[in-house]
């Protein structure tokens, strides 16, 4: 399963770390990913969403 946001196709993105010498190194910022189980036409899928569609509700939870 790709690191990737089931909803809104958040993924991760790359950037700098910058020491205070100015040494610049590559580095990836990584979505907060919960692996879930949800309900989507009637059948139960287990999916990776990020914590900001399951906290504004875009996504609703198998029982």
């Known amino acids: 399963m790709p690191m990737k946001c089931y909803v809104c196709e958040k993924k991760p993105i790359f950037g700098s770390t910058i020491s205070h010498a100015h040494n610049?190194?590559?580095?990836k910022f990584y979505p907060n990913l919960q692996s879930i189980k949800i309900l989507?036409?009637?059948?139960?899928k287990r999916?990776?969403?990020?914590?900001?569609?399951l906290r504004s509700g875009k996504?609703?939870?198998?029982?």
């Open 40 to 44: 989507e036409n009637g059948t139960i």
């Open 24 to 27: 610049v190194r590559s580095r």
């Open 47 to 53: 999916v990776k969403v990020c914590t900001r569609c």
């Open 59 to 63: 996504v609703r939870k198998a029982i």
